[in-house]
C-alpha cells in the first residue's frame, strides 16, 4: 500500500489528552485517612483460587484486597446494592484514569449514573509504575478471562475463568440461576494484574504479577456495594490463565467501618447531572 507525501507529518502530530481530568471532583483522601485510622474490621471473606466470592461494603466503609500464602491476579466486579443495573464501567474509568488504577483514582459507574463507586486509598504495589514492556498494575484494560474467547481460540471448555467464577458467586448471593445472573457479571478491575500492550503490534500483554503475600489494595465505598472477587486461574498470570496449570492462591477481602461520625458531613456522590434528554 502506497503512503500519501504527507504521511510522515501525519504521524509526527502530537496526540492530546482526551479527557483532561484536571476538572473531575477530587476524592478527599485526608478525609478518608482519617475516618480509616479509628475503623474497626467487620467482616471478611477468603476467596478460594480458581473460584469468586461476593462481599458487602456499605457506604462510607473500605474494603481491603489482600494477597496470601502467594502471587495471585483478582478480578474485580462491582454493583451498587440496591440497584444492579448501577455497576463497574471499566472503559469509562479507562479513559478517565488511563490503562491502570492506583491511590487516588475511582472505579467509575455506568450510564445513566457515571459517578465515583469506590475511591483507591492505598496501593502497596504503587511504587510499580510503569515498566520498560510498558506493563502497569491493576488495568481496566483487560475484560476478564472467560470460557467462551477459550472456546473460540482453542475449541476448549474450561469451567473456572473469572467470568464463570464470578457468575456463580453473584447467582449464589442472589439466590437466582446462572442464566439470571451471567448478565450482570461485567469488565472487570484487575487487581494486582500486570499488563500492558506491546508497541509493535499493540497486543494486550500480560507477565508475572509483582504482587506479594502482604500487599493489598484498598478502597473507599462511595455508594453501597455489593462487590464478587475471583482469583483468576491464572494465578499470577506469568504464563496461562484458562486451565488448572497455574499455581493459584486464595485472595482475601476485608471490610473496614469507620467510627460514627469520622466523616463529618461527607456524602455519597449523587448520580450524574445530566438530564436524560437526549436532544427531544
Ligand atoms: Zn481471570
Redesign the pocket.
Known amino acids: 500500500m502506497s503512503q500519501p507525501k504527507d504521511a510522515d507529518a501525519r504521524r509526527a502530530i502530537k496526540p492530546v489528552i482526551c479527557y483532561p481530568n484536571e476538572t473531575l471532583p477530587v476524592p478527599n483522601l485526608a478525609l478518608y485517612a482519617q475516618a480509616r485510622a479509628g475503623a474497626e474490621k467487620v467482616s471478611e471473606v477468603l476467596v478460594p483460587p480458581r473460584d469468586a466470592a461476593c462481599f458487602h461494603a456499605k457506604t462510607g466503609q473500605f474494603f481491603r484486597i489482600s494477597s496470601v500464602d502467594g502471587p495471585q491476579?483478582g478480578?474485580l466486579n462491582l454493583w451498587n446494592a440496591n440497584d444492579l443495573n448501577e455497576r463497574f464501567y471499566s472503559g469509562k474509568s479507562r479513559a478517565l484514569h488511563g490503562t491502570h488504577l492506583t491511590t487516588g483514582e475511582r472505579m467509575w459507574s455506568s450510564f445513566p449514573y457515571l459517578r465515583p463507586m469506590a475511591t483507591i486509598t492505598e496501593d502497596t504495589l504503587g511504587w510499580y509504575g510503569m515498566d520498560q514492556y510498558g506493563g502497569s498494575v491493576h488495568d481496566v484494560i483487560g475484560t476478564?478471562?472467560d470460557p467462551y474467547t477459550g472456546n473460540l481460540l482453542s475449541g476448549s471448555q474450561y469451567h473456572h475463568?473469572?467470568h464463570s467464577n464470578l457468575t456463580r458467586a453473584l447467582a449464589d448471593e442472589l439466590g437466582v440461576s446462572l442464566q439470571e445472573a451471567e448478565p450482570h457479571v461485567h469488565d472487570v478491575l484487575n487487581v494486582f494484574m500486570c499488563t500492558g500492550f506491546t508497541r509493535d503490534t499493540g497486543q494486550y500483554f500480560m507477565k508475572a504479577s509483582p504482587v506479594r503475600p502482604g500487599d493489598y489494595l484498598e478502597f473507599f465505598a462511595e455508594v453501597n456495594v455489593l462487590g464478587a472477587l475471583?482469583a483468576?486461574?491464572?494465578g499470577d498470570c506469568s504464563a496461562e490463565?484458562s486451565s488448572d496449570t497455574a499455581a493459584c492462591y486464595p485472595l482475601l477481602v476485608e471490610v473496614f467501618a469507620p467510627q460514627e461520625g469520622a466523616l463529618g458531613d461527607w456524602q455519597s456522590p449523587p448520580v450524574n447531572g445530566y438530564d436524560l434528554s437526549h436532544g427531544r
Open positions: 491476579v478480578d476478564r478471562c475463568c473469572c475471583s483468576c486461574p491464572g490463565h
